[in-house]
Protein backbone atom coordinates (compact mmCIF):
# COMPACT_ATOMS: atom_id res chain seq x y z
CA UNK A 1 0.00 0.00 0.00
CA UNK A 2 1.47 3.40 -0.90
CA UNK A 3 0.32 6.35 1.43
CA UNK A 4 0.07 9.91 0.76
CA UNK A 5 0.09 12.37 3.92
CA UNK A 6 -1.79 16.02 2.95
CA UNK A 7 -2.88 18.85 5.22
CA UNK A 8 0.25 20.59 6.97
CA UNK A 9 0.48 23.79 7.55
CA UNK A 10 1.11 26.87 9.47
CA UNK A 11 -1.47 28.09 11.73
CA UNK A 12 -1.34 29.64 15.06
CA UNK A 13 -1.72 27.93 18.30
CA UNK A 14 -5.05 27.70 19.54
CA UNK A 15 -6.31 27.01 15.53
CA UNK A 16 -6.73 23.68 13.90
CA UNK A 17 -5.67 21.57 10.70
CA UNK A 18 -7.11 18.53 9.64
CA UNK A 19 -4.65 16.08 8.13
CA UNK A 20 -5.86 13.57 5.39
CA UNK A 21 -3.71 10.33 4.42
CA UNK A 22 -4.78 8.73 1.21
CA UNK A 23 -3.75 4.69 0.88
CA UNK A 24 -3.37 3.32 -2.96
CA UNK A 25 -2.71 -0.34 -3.94
CA UNK A 26 -5.07 -2.27 -1.96
CA UNK A 27 -8.15 -1.97 0.18
CA UNK A 28 -7.08 0.49 2.85
CA UNK A 29 -9.35 -1.66 5.18
CA UNK A 30 -6.99 -4.51 5.38
CA UNK A 31 -4.95 -2.37 7.49
CA UNK A 32 -4.27 -0.80 10.61
CA UNK A 33 -3.59 2.72 10.57
CA UNK A 34 -1.97 4.99 12.43
CA UNK A 35 -0.44 9.03 12.61
CA UNK A 36 3.07 9.82 13.97
CA UNK A 37 5.01 13.21 14.64
CA UNK A 38 8.96 13.71 15.06
CA UNK A 39 10.26 16.89 15.93
CA UNK A 40 13.66 18.01 15.55
CA UNK A 41 15.78 16.35 17.74
CA UNK A 42 13.08 13.83 18.62
CA UNK A 43 11.70 10.24 18.03
CA UNK A 44 9.21 9.74 15.86
CA UNK A 45 6.14 8.95 18.12
CA UNK A 46 2.81 7.41 17.70
CA UNK A 47 -0.01 10.20 18.09
CA UNK A 48 -3.23 8.16 17.58
CA UNK A 49 -4.32 4.48 15.76
CA UNK A 50 -7.43 3.33 14.18
CA UNK A 51 -8.82 -0.01 14.02
CA UNK A 52 -9.35 -1.72 10.15
CA UNK A 53 -13.29 -1.43 11.39
CA UNK A 54 -13.14 2.17 12.65
CA UNK A 55 -14.58 1.22 16.17
CA UNK A 56 -11.65 1.11 17.82
CA UNK A 57 -8.87 4.20 18.80
CA UNK A 58 -5.54 4.98 20.74
CA UNK A 59 -4.40 7.99 21.63
CA UNK A 60 -1.42 9.00 23.44
CA UNK A 61 -1.94 11.43 26.38
CA UNK A 62 -0.14 14.63 24.68
CA UNK A 63 -3.10 14.62 22.37
CA UNK A 64 -6.19 13.56 23.81
CA UNK A 65 -9.27 15.12 23.75
CA UNK A 66 -7.47 17.77 21.28
CA UNK A 67 -6.59 15.22 18.25
CA UNK A 68 -9.19 12.74 16.28
CA UNK A 69 -8.74 10.02 14.52
CA UNK A 70 -11.16 8.78 11.67
CA UNK A 71 -10.99 6.78 8.86
CA UNK A 72 -13.19 6.42 5.55
CA UNK A 73 -12.62 2.85 3.85
CA UNK A 74 -15.15 3.47 0.82
CA UNK A 75 -12.18 6.36 -0.33
CA UNK A 76 -9.57 4.59 1.51
CA UNK A 77 -8.55 7.69 3.70
CA UNK A 78 -7.63 8.07 7.39
CA UNK A 79 -8.04 12.01 9.00
CA UNK A 80 -5.90 13.39 11.75
CA UNK A 81 -8.50 16.82 12.98
CA UNK A 82 -6.05 18.79 15.23
CA UNK A 83 -7.98 21.70 17.80
CA UNK A 84 -6.34 23.50 20.45
CA UNK A 85 -3.32 23.41 18.42
CA UNK A 86 -0.11 24.87 20.50
CA UNK A 87 3.28 25.06 19.59
CA UNK A 88 4.89 21.91 21.00
CA UNK A 89 2.61 20.43 18.07
CA UNK A 90 4.96 21.47 15.54
CA UNK A 91 6.90 18.23 13.99
CA UNK A 92 6.22 16.49 10.64
CA UNK A 93 3.45 14.27 10.57
CA UNK A 94 3.32 10.48 9.27
CA UNK A 95 0.64 8.24 8.39
CA UNK A 96 1.37 4.46 8.46
CA UNK A 97 -0.15 1.63 7.61
CA UNK A 98 -0.13 -2.10 9.28
CA UNK A 99 -1.07 -5.11 7.31
CA UNK A 100 -0.68 -7.35 10.22
CA UNK A 101 -3.73 -6.04 12.50
CA UNK A 102 -6.95 -7.88 13.48
CA UNK A 103 -9.82 -5.97 12.57
CA UNK A 104 -10.73 -4.96 15.65
CA UNK A 105 -7.38 -4.23 17.11
CA UNK A 106 -5.32 -0.93 17.08
CA UNK A 107 -1.85 -0.99 16.71
CA UNK A 108 0.60 0.73 18.73
CA UNK A 109 4.27 -0.49 17.09
CA UNK A 110 5.25 -2.54 13.73
CA UNK A 111 3.73 -0.46 10.84
CA UNK A 112 5.17 -1.66 7.87
CA UNK A 113 4.38 1.09 5.65
CA UNK A 114 4.82 4.72 5.86
CA UNK A 115 3.82 8.13 3.77
CA UNK A 116 5.87 10.71 3.07
CA UNK A 117 5.07 13.77 6.21
CA UNK A 118 3.47 16.78 6.08
CA UNK A 119 4.99 19.36 8.22
CA UNK A 120 2.68 21.10 10.67
CA UNK A 121 3.98 24.89 12.38
CA UNK A 122 1.92 26.07 14.79
CA UNK A 123 3.05 29.72 15.97
CA UNK A 124 2.75 31.23 19.31
Known amino acids: VQLQASGGGLVQAGGSLRLSCAAS????????LGWFRQAPGKERELLAA????????YYTDSVKGRFTISRDNAKSEVYLQMNRLKPEDTAVYFC??????????????????WGQGTQVTVSS
Open 96 to 113: AADGRASYSSVSTYGYDF
Open 25 to 32: GRTSSNYA
Open 50 to 57: ISRSGGNT
